[in-house]
C-alpha cells in the first residue's frame, strides 16, 4: 500500500534490482505498474506567434432542464426554420468562398502577370540585370506586404491553418483562429505571398478561409460586432458551429482544386473527427455551391473581362485528351514511384519538422526577425528563380509541336529567355512563371523532349531545398503546391529515364509522382485520388493513381506521422488520435484515476460560499452534482454541472434564502437554453458580497442529468475510443461496485488525461514500450 491507500506492484526483486515486467502481457485484473508522480496536464499550446490557454469545446449535448424544456416546446416551424437555416448557411458558406477564391486567383494572376511582363520586357532587350532588379524588388515588396500585415495583425494567419482546423473539429478550442482579422490578412496576405514567387500555394489558406467564414457566418459577424438575430440563437453552441466549419474546410478544398468530391472527401478522410450522412449532404451541396462560382466566373474570364486571368488562374491541370495506356510491364516504374514517393514524403517531413524547430527559436526573438527571416528568404527564392535559368543549354523548338515556340509572355510552354530566335530555355519555362503555371508546364504532355534531364534535376534540386525553408515563415503558407512541384519533378525525371521502355506519357508520370509524394506526406488516399481524377479530368489514370497513393502511404506510415499531425505535435495541441496505444488496453481507468487528484463535488442545493470557493480554487470546467451526500443511505450522482453555468448563476445573482430545490417555471424565468449554450466563464468579474455567500442555489435545474460515465474497470484504450468518437469533453468514471457511504462517482477524465504522453509522465516504466512516431 502506498500512502494513499492505494495497492502497488513494485518491478524491484529481492536483491534491489529491476525485473523486466512486460506491461503488454498484463491483465485487467492486476494493477499496473508502480507509477512514480502524478498525472499531470499542460493545457497550453502555440497558437499564432504566443503560447495560449487550451480549453476543449462542449460537442456533448446538455441535457438539464432548461434544454428538454426548450426542445419539447419547439414546434414544426420552428424545426423546419432550424433545419432550412442549416441549408442556408451552408449555402452561404459556398458561395463566399468561392468568390473569395476567385478574386485570390484574380489577383494573383494580374499581379503576378504584370510582374512577369514587366522582366519579360527587359529580358528582350538584353537588360538582365534590370530585369533581376525588378523581379526581386517586387517579389520583397509583396513578401513585405504578406509579411507585416501577419506579424502585425493576425498572427493565427500564418501557415496553411489546417492542423488547426483539425484540432478544432476534434474538440480543441484554438483562440483567434476563425476571427474575421484572421480572415482578412489570410486573403490579403495569401495573395502577396503567391504572387510574389514563393514556394507555396494558396489551397492551405482556402481551407482556412472557408473554416473562417463559416465561424462567422454561424456566430452571426465578427465578436465586436454580431447581427443578434432571433434566428441566428439555434446555432449558438459548439455542436452547430462544428458541422459549419467542416463545410467550410470541404470549400476550400473544392475552391482550391475545382473538385467538389474531393473536397467533401478531404474534409471527411483529413480534418473531420466526428461525421454522419446529414453533414455529408451539406457538405456537398458547399461544395456544389463553389463549383458553380467558380463555372460562372470562367466563362466572365474566357471573354477576357479579367486582365491577365488566363487559364492559370484556376488549377485545372487537363490531360483528358492524352490516350493512357499502360502494360504488365509498366508496374515497375509505378511501384517505384510510389516507393519513392513515401520514402521523400516521410524524409522530407522528417526534415520540415527540424527546419520548423529552428524557425521557432528565430521567431521567438521577435516581430523584427520574423520579417527579415521572411525577407530572406523571398530574395534567395527570387536569385534562384532567375539565375539557374543561364545554367540551362537552349533547346531548338520541335517545328511539330503546335504550341507557339518560344513565347515571352508571362504564361506558356517554351520560354525564350536568353536563347536566340528558334530555340527555348527550359529552365526558365518552369521559373520564371507562376507556380499553377509551373505544374501545368510540367504535367504537359505529347512533349516527351521538353526538358532536359539536366534541367529536371535542377528544378527537384531547388523546390526540395525551397519546400523546406518557404514553410514556417510569417505569412500564409499552403503545403499542397510544393509537394505537387516536387513531386511531378522526380516523376517527369523517371518517366524521362524509362524512354521508350514505357508506354505512359511523360506527363503522366509527372502526375503519378505528385500523387505519391502527396501521399507519403500527407498520408491521404481517397481525397488524393479523387483530388487529383478531378484535376487532370482523365479517369483512366484511376487504376495506377489507386496503386500509387496506397504504396506511398505504406511506406512512409513506417518510418513516421503525416505532416499535418507533426505540426499539431510542434505546437503542443492534445489532438486525440483514432488509435489508441497498445499499451492503454492493459490500464484501467481507475488505475489512472488514483494519479489525479481528487474529484470536486458539488451538491444539488449548494451554498453559494463554496460554489465561489470552488471556482476561484480550481481550474476544472465541470464537477459532478451529487444528491443526499448528508444521508445514512449515500450520495446519488445527479448530472455534471459546466463551470460557465456556475458563473452564470453568480453573476444573475439567482439565489434561494433557504436550502430548497425549485420549482420549473422559476428557473425557466431567469435563464433560456439559448443563453446557456453561450461560453461564458469570466469569474473575475463576479463580485459577491460577504451576506450573499450564506445564501443558496439549487443547481438541478442547470445539471446535465446524462453525462457519459465509464465504470472503473473499463481500458484506457476503451475510454479513448468513446471520449474521441462522441466528441466528449468530460467522462465520469463511476465505481464497479457501489457500497454505502461510496461516492458514486471517484473521478472525471479529461482531454489531457487520455494523452499518451500524459499518461506516460505518472507511469515511466511504460516509456520503452510506447509506440507510435513522434517526427
Same mark, same amino acid.
Given at each position: 500500500?502506498?500512502?494513499?491507500?492505494?495497492?502497488?506492484?513494485?518491478?524491484?526483486?529481492?536483491?534491489?534490482?529491476?525485473?523486466?515486467?512486460?506491461?503488454?502481457?498484463?491483465?485487467?485484473?492486476?494493477? #499496473?505498474?508502480?507509477? &512514480?508522480?502524478?498525472?499531470?496536464?499542460?493545457?497550453?499550446?502555440?497558437?499564432?506567434?504566443?503560447?495560449?490557454?487550451?480549453?476543449s469545446?462542449d460537442y456533448?449535448?446538455?441535457?438539464?432542464?432548461?434544454?428538454? &424544456?426548450?426542445?419539447?416546446?419547439?414546434?414544426?416551424?420552428?424545426?423546419?426554420?432550424?433545419?432550412f437555416?442549416?441549408?442556408?448557411?451552408?449555402?452561404?458558406?459556398?458561395?463566399?468562398?468561392g468568390?473569395?477564391?476567385?478574386?485570390?486567383?484574380?489577383?494573383?494572376?494580374?499581379?503576378?502577370?504584370?510582374?512577369?511582363l514587366?522582366?519579360?520586357y527587359?529580358?528582350?532587350?538584353?537588360?538582365f540585370?534590370?530585369?533581376?532588379?525588378?523581379?526581386?524588388?517586387?517579389?520583397?515588396?509583396?513578401?513585405?506586404?504578406?509579411t507585416?500585415?501577419?506579424?502585425?495583425?493576425?498572427?493565427?494567419?500564418?501557415g496553411?491553418?489546417i492542423?488547426?482546423i483539425?484540432?478544432?473539429?476534434?474538440?480543441?478550442?484554438?483562440?483567434n483562429?476563425?476571427?474575421? *482579422?484572421t480572415?482578412?490578412?489570410?486573403i490579403?496576405?495569401?495573395?502577396?505571398?503567391?504572387?510574389?514567387?514563393?514556394?507555396?500555394?494558396?489551397?492551405?489558406?482556402?481551407?482556412?478561409?472557408?473554416?473562417?467564414?463559416?465561424?462567422?457566418?454561424?456566430q452571426?459577424?465578427?465578436?465586436?460586432?454580431?447581427i443578434?438575430?432571433?434566428?441566428?440563437?439555434?446555432?449558438?453552441?459548439?455542436?452547430?458551429?462544428?458541422?459549419?466549419?467542416?463545410?467550410?474546410s470541404?470549400?476550400?478544398?473544392?475552391?482550391?482544386?475545382?473538385?467538389?468530391?474531393?473536397?467533401?472527401?478531404?474534409?471527411?478522410e483529413?480534418?473531420?473527427?466526428?461525421?454522419?450522412?446529414?453533414l455529408?449532404?451539406?457538405?456537398?451541396?458547399?461544395?456544389?455551391?463553389?463549383?458553380?462560382?467558380?463555372?460562372?466566373?470562367?466563362?466572365?474570364?474566357n471573354?477576357?473581362k479579367?486582365?491577365?486571368?488566363?487559364?492559370?488562374?484556376?488549377?485545372?491541370?487537363?490531360?483528358?485528351?492524352?490516350?493512357?495506356?499502360?502494360?504488365a510491364a509498366?508496374i515497375?516504374?509505378?511501384?517505384?514511384?510510389?516507393?519513392?514517393?513515401?520514402?521523400?514524403?516521410?524524409?522530407?517531413?522528417?526534415?520540415?519538422?527540424?527546419?520548423?524547430?529552428?524557425?521557432?527559436?528565430?521567431?521567438?526573438?521577435?516581430?523584427?526577425?520574423?520579417?527579415l527571416?521572411?525577407?530572406?528568404?523571398?530574395?534567395?527564392?527570387s536569385?534562384?528563380?532567375?539565375?539557374l535559368?543561364?545554367?540551362?543549354?537552349?533547346?531548338?523548338?520541335?517545328?511539330?509541336?503546335?504550341?507557339?515556340?518560344?513565347?515571352?509572355?508571362?504564361?506558356?510552354?517554351?520560354?525564350?529567355?536568353?536563347?536566340?530566335?528558334?530555340?527555348?530555355?527550359?529552365?526558365?519555362? #518552369?521559373?520564371?512563371?507562376?507556380?499553377?503555371?509551373?505544374?501545368?508546364?510540367?504535367?504537359?504532355?505529347?512533349?516527351?523532349n521538353?526538358?532536359g534531364?539536366?534541367?529536371?534535376?535542377?528544378?527537384?534540386?531547388?523546390?526540395?531545398?525551397?519546400?523546406?525553408?518557404?514553410?514556417?515563415?510569417?505569412?500564409?503558407?499552403?503545403?499542397?503546391?510544393?509537394?505537387?512541384?516536387?513531386?511531378?519533378?522526380?516523376?517527369?525525371?523517371?518517366?524521362?529515364?524509362?524512354?521508350?521502355?514505357?508506354?505512359?506519357? %511523360?506527363?503522366?508520370?509527372?502526375?503519378?509522382?505528385?500523387?505519391s509524394?502527396?501521399?507519403?506526406?500527407?498520408?491521404?488516399?481517397?481525397?488524393?485520388c479523387?483530388i487529383?481524377?478531378?484535376?487532370?479530368?482523365?479517369?483512366?489514370?484511376?487504376?495506377i493513381t489507386?496503386?500509387?497513393?496506397?504504396?506511398?502511404?505504406?511506406?512512409?506510415?513506417?518510418?513516421n506521422?503525416?505532416?499535418?499531425?507533426?505540426?499539431?505535435?510542434?505546437?503542443?495541441?492534445?489532438? #486525440?488520435?483514432?488509435?489508441?496505444?497498445?499499451?492503454?488496453?492493459n490500464?484501467?481507468?481507475?488505475?489512472?484515476?488514483?494519479?489525479?487528484?481528487?474529484?470536486?463535488?458539488?451538491?444539488?442545493?449548494?451554498?453559494?460560499?463554496?460554489?465561489?470557493?470552488?471556482l476561484?480554487?480550481t481550474?476544472?470546467?465541470?464537477?459532478?452534482?451529487?444528491?443526499?451526500a448528508?444521508?445514512?443511505?449515500?450520495?446519488?450522482?445527479?448530472?455534471?454541472?459546466?463551470?460557465?453555468?456556475?458563473?452564470?448563476?453568480?453573476?444573475?445573482?439567482?439565489?434561494?434564502?433557504?436550502?430548497?430545490?425549485?420549482?420549473?417555471?422559476?428557473?425557466?424565468?431567469k435563464?433560456?437554453?439559448?443563453?446557456?449554450?453561450?461560453?461564458?466563464d469570466?469569474?473575475?468579474?463576479?463580485?459577491?458580497?460577504?451576506?450573499?455567500? %450564506?445564501l443558496?442555489v439549487?443547481?438541478?435545474?442547470? *445539471?446535465?442529468?446524462?453525462?457519459y460515465t465509464?465504470?472503473?474497470?473499463?481500458?484506457?484504450?476503451?475510454a479513448?475510443?468513446?471520449?474521441?468518437?462522441?466528441?466528449?469533453?468530460?467522462?465520469?468514471?463511476?465505481?464497479?461496485?457501489?457500497?454505502?457511504?461510496?461516492?458514486?462517482?471517484?473521478?472525471i477524465?479529461?482531454?489531457q488525461?487520455?494523452?499518451?504522453?500524459?499518461? #506516460?509522465?505518472?507511469?515511466?516504466?511504460?516509456d520503452? &514500450?510506447?509506440?507510435?512516431?513522434?517526427?
Amino acid at each position: 500500500m502506498d500512502e494513499d491507500g492505494n495497492l502497488q506492484i513494485s518491478n524491484s526483486n529481492y536483491n534491489g534490482e529491476e525485473e523486466e515486467v512486460d506491461p503488454e502481457n498484463n491483465t485487467l485484473n492486476q494493477p #499496473l505498474l508502480k507509477r &512514480h508522480r502524478t498525472l499531470s496536464s499542460t493545457p497550453l499550446a502555440l497558437v499564432g506567434a504566443k503560447v495560449s490557454h487550451i480549453e476543449s469545446l462542449d460537442y456533448e449535448i446538455n441535457e438539464n432542464d432548461l434544454f428538454k &424544456h426548450d426542445w419539447r416546446s419547439r414546434s414544426k416551424a420552428q424545426v423546419f426554420q432550424y433545419i432550412f437555416l442549416k441549408w442556408t448557411l451552408a449555402c452561404l458558406v459556398g458561395l463566399f468562398t468561392g468568390l473569395i477564391a476567385t478574386l485570390i486567383n484574380l489577383a494573383v494572376e494580374n499581379i503576378a502577370g504584370y510582374k512577369l511582363l514587366a522582366v519579360g520586357y527587359y529580358i528582350a532587350q538584353d537588360r538582365f540585370w534590370t530585369g533581376l532588379m525588378v523581379f526581386t524588388g517586387a517579389n520583397l515588396g509583396l513578401t513585405l506586404v504578406a509579411t507585416v500585415l501577419v506579424v502585425v495583425f493576425a498572427p493565427t494567419a500564418a501557415g496553411p491553418g489546417i492542423p488547426e482546423i483539425k484540432a478544432y473539429l476534434n474538440g480543441i478550442d484554438t483562440p483567434n483562429m476563425f476571427g474575421f *482579422t484572421t480572415m482578412m490578412v489570410k486573403i490579403v496576405g495569401s495573395i502577396g505571398a503567391v504572387a510574389a514567387g514563393l514556394d507555396l500555394g494558396k489551397e492551405g489558406p482556402l481551407v482556412h478561409i472557408g473554416s473562417c467564414i463559416a465561424s462567422l457566418l454561424g456566430q452571426g459577424g465578427p465578436d465586436n460586432h454580431r447581427i443578434k438575430w432571433r434566428w441566428l440563437r439555434y446555432f449558438n453552441n459548439d455542436r452547430d458551429r462544428r458541422d459549419l466549419i467542416t463545410c467550410g474546410s470541404a470549400s476550400g478544398v473544392c475552391a482550391a482544386f475545382r473538385s467538389p468530391v474531393g473536397g467533401v472527401l478531404f474534409a471527411l478522410e483529413e480534418v473531420a473527427t466526428w461525421w454522419r450522412s446529414a453533414l455529408l449532404w451539406r457538405t456537398f451541396f458547399s461544395t456544389a455551391v463553389v463549383v458553380v462560382v467558380l463555372r460562372a466566373f470562367i466563362e466572365i474570364c474566357n471573354s477576357g473581362k479579367c486582365g491577365l486571368f488566363g487559364s492559370g488562374g484556376l488549377i485545372m491541370f487537363d490531360v483528358s485528351h492524352v490516350e493512357v495506356r499502360y502494360h504488365a510491364a509498366d508496374i515497375i516504374p509505378v511501384t517505384l514511384i510510389g516507393v519513392f514517393g513515401g520514402i521523400l514524403g516521410s524524409l522530407y517531413n522528417h526534415l520540415l519538422h527540424k527546419v520548423l524547430r529552428l524557425y521557432n527559436l528565430i521567431n521567438q526573438k521577435g516581430k523584427i526577425h520574423k520579417v527579415l527571416l521572411s525577407l530572406a528568404v523571398s530574395l534567395f527564392t527570387s536569385i534562384c528563380l532567375y539565375g539557374l535559368p543561364f545554367l540551362a543549354e537552349c533547346k531548338p523548338c520541335d517545328p511539330s509541336i503546335d504550341e507557339t515556340c518560344p513565347t515571352n509572355g508571362r504564361s506558356g510552354n517554351f520560354k525564350q529567355f536568353n536563347c536566340p530566335n528558334g530555340y527555348y530555355n527550359d529552365l526558365s519555362t #518552369l521559373f520564371l512563371t507562376t507556380n499553377d503555371d509551373a505544374v501545368r508546364n510540367i504535367f504537359s504532355s505529347n512533349t516527351p523532349n521538353e526538358f532536359g534531364m539536366v534541367s529536371l534535376w535542377i528544378f527537384f534540386g531547388l523546390y526540395c531545398i525551397l519546400g523546406l525553408i518557404t514553410f514556417g515563415i510569417a505569412t500564409p503558407s499552403g503545403l499542397f503546391l510544393p509537394i505537387i512541384l516536387m513531386g511531378s519533378a522526380y516523376g517527369r525525371m523517371l518517366g524521362t529515364a524509362m524512354g521508350s521502355y514505357t508506354k505512359i506519357d %511523360q506527363g503522366l508520370y509527372a502526375v503519378l509522382g505528385a500523387a505519391s509524394l502527396m501521399a507519403g506526406s500527407m498520408r491521404m488516399t481517397v481525397s488524393l485520388c479523387v483530388i487529383f481524377l478531378e484535376l487532370t479530368n482523365n479517369l483512366l489514370l484511376l487504376p495506377i493513381t489507386m496503386f500509387v497513393l496506397l504504396i506511398a502511404k505504406t511506406v512512409g506510415d513506417s518510418f513516421n506521422l503525416s505532416i499535418y499531425e507533426i505540426i499539431l505535435h510542434l505546437k503542443g495541441l492534445p489532438f #486525440l488520435e483514432a488509435n489508441p496505444e497498445p499499451w492503454m488496453r492493459n490500464l484501467t481507468v481507475g488505475e489512472l484515476n488514483d494519479a489525479k487528484p481528487p474529484v470536486v463535488t458539488l451538491n444539488g442545493v449548494e451554498k453559494v460560499a463554496n460554489i465561489v470557493d470552488v471556482l476561484r480554487n480550481t481550474t476544472h470546467n465541470a464537477f459532478p452534482v451529487l444528491d443526499g451526500a448528508d444521508q445514512a443511505t449515500g450520495a446519488e450522482l445527479h448530472g455534471l454541472i459546466l463551470r460557465a453555468h456556475l458563473v452564470k448563476v453568480l453573476k444573475k445573482r439567482w439565489f434561494l434564502n433557504e436550502k430548497r430545490r425549485t420549482e420549473e417555471w422559476e428557473v425557466r424565468e431567469k435563464f433560456t437554453a439559448v443563453e446557456l449554450a453561450e461560453r461564458e466563464d469570466n469569474f473575475d468579474d463576479v463580485a459577491i458580497t460577504s451576506s450573499e455567500m %450564506q445564501l443558496y442555489v439549487d443547481l438541478h435545474p442547470l *445539471t446535465n442529468t446524462t453525462p457519459y460515465t465509464v465504470v472503473q474497470s473499463m481500458s484506457v484504450a476503451k475510454a479513448l475510443v468513446l471520449f474521441r468518437s462522441v466528441g466528449l469533453r468530460h467522462l465520469l468514471i463511476v465505481p464497479k461496485i457501489q457500497a454505502s457511504g461510496m461516492s458514486p462517482v471517484i473521478g472525471i477524465l479529461t482531454r489531457q488525461d487520455l494523452r499518451a504522453y500524459n499518461i #506516460l509522465q505518472a507511469f515511466p516504466h511504460l516509456d520503452k &514500450h510506447k509506440s507510435g512516431k513522434l517526427q
